[in-house]
């Protein structure tokens, strides 16, 4: 194998610095930071981070289950699994539909609504944060962008949300803008030759780097069950896109590692992204999408989201750190702070 064919096998995101995985990492960012502010500071214990899609959706409208399913484009069976712990929840429950006597919509309880409100008030002021790290001009210029964007494409900001449940802001704008891309990027990689790609698979491939992926790490990241991970990457081992080997570092665990067919997988994931690209810049306009894509890789950058070693321990830290704040309480842990400060 020559060089350039050595190259051309690395994995997308080891050499590609563009606004879609950016984004997904901003996204991904932002979704785990307003969980956690929503738990700890705002009362709703129960929230998980799979939540966000069900409660986003309901709240724009009411829907039947089967249409849920359709939208997230999984089977009805996962569907209705997670409709019933969204319910148990408290944040939605069913009406009758009033075009159909003998069928049931999902709503959102007067929690539910609470939940939209709190986000809202927790979105805004993550955009601060952001307006911090680059400029109230760049966060408010890539928020427009967005809006054009997700309008676009059909699935912005709806005209009939109610006021105080819905933020046009970059950081209202980016959960949607990476559902969409992780959809998009599927369907355009899928149509190259991967007919068996699901969007769950998602949950794990981008976390596989040049050193493999951990289950455990991976199920973390996405406070979801190392067996709901573990199920997804058996998928992906039966589909041949990876394999399981001894981990070097940690007898206890497995590496997740591609194979030849999800190296292939990547570089199609990667002429998708190409063709991706040239979508978004065509709807927003070159310079925008390119003043975006700065925006976005400031943030990527200055919140130490990038790749390799040293953002994975930071990655690791912040999940032990979350994992400290549920276990302590906010006054256990600002004194448990206190005194890891006074000791270094």
Same mark, same amino acid.
């Given at each position: ?9 690395? %994995?997308?995101? =080891?050499?590609? #610095?563009?606004?879609? %995985?950016?984004? *997904? ?8 930071? &307003? &969980? ?17 899609? !069900? ?15 359709? &939208? ?12 019933? =712990?969204?319910?148990?929840?408290? !944040? ?43 400029? %109230? ?11 054009? *964007? ?16 819905? !933020? /046009? ?7 949607? &803008? ?27 491939? %981008? ?49 997740? /590692? ?39 890789? =400031? *943030? ?13 321990? #930071? ?27 006074? /000791?270094?």
């Amino acid at each position: 194998m020559t060089i350039v064919e050595q190259q051309s096998r690395r %994995p997308w995101y =080891q050499y590609r #610095n563009s606004l879609p %995985p950016n984004l *997904l990492d901003l996204a991904h960012y932002l979704q785990t930071r &307003m &969980m956690a502010t929503l738990q700890n500071e705002c009362g709703h214990r129960q929230l998980r981070l799979g939540f966000a899609s !069900y409660v986003t959706l309901v709240g724009e409208r009411n829907y039947r289950p089967t249409e849920l399913a359709e &939208m997230l484009g999984i089977s009805r069976q996962a569907c209705n699994q997670a409709i019933r =712990q969204v319910e148990a929840a408290g !944040y939605i429950s069913y009406v009758r539909d009033p075009d159909d006597g003998r069928a049931k919509l999902l709503t959102l309880t007067r929690e539910g609504r609470r939940l939209r409100r709190d986000g809202v008030e927790v979105v805004a002021g993550l955009d601060r944060e952001f307006a911090a790290l680059v400029s %109230p001009a760049a966060v408010e210029e890539a928020g427009r962008t967005l809006a054009r *964007l997700t309008t676009a494409l059909g699935f912005g900001p709806l005209a009939g949300e109610e006021a105080g449940e819905q !933020y /046009r802001g970059m950081g209202g704008l980016l959960p949607r &803008m990476g559902d969409y891309i992780l959809k998009r990027l599927m369907s355009l990689t899928m149509a190259r030759g991967h007919p068996g790609l699901k969007l769950s698979f998602g949950q794990v491939i %981008p976390h596989i780097g040049a050193s493999g992926g951990r289950i455990q790490q991976i199920a973390a990241l996405h406070d979801v069950s190392k067996q709901a991970i573990s199920a997804i990457a058996k998928e992906l081992e039966e589909l041949g896109y990876l394999r399981r080997e001894a981990d070097q570092d940690d007898a206890r665990q497995l590496l997740l /590692r591609f194979t030849d067919a999800g190296e292939q997988l990547l570089l199609d994931a990667t002429a998708s992204l190409d063709e991706l690209e040239a979508e978004l810049a065509g709807i927003a306009g070159a310079k925008a999408y390119a003043r975006l894509g700065d925006t976005v890789a =400031q *943030l990527h950058a200055g919140l130490g989201l990038g790749g390799g070693a040293a953002a994975q321990d #930071n990655v690791d830290i912040q999940l032990l750190a979350e994992q400290l704040r549920q276990q302590l309480g906010a006054t256990r842990s600002r004194a448990l702070g206190r005194l890891l400060a006074a /000791r270094t």
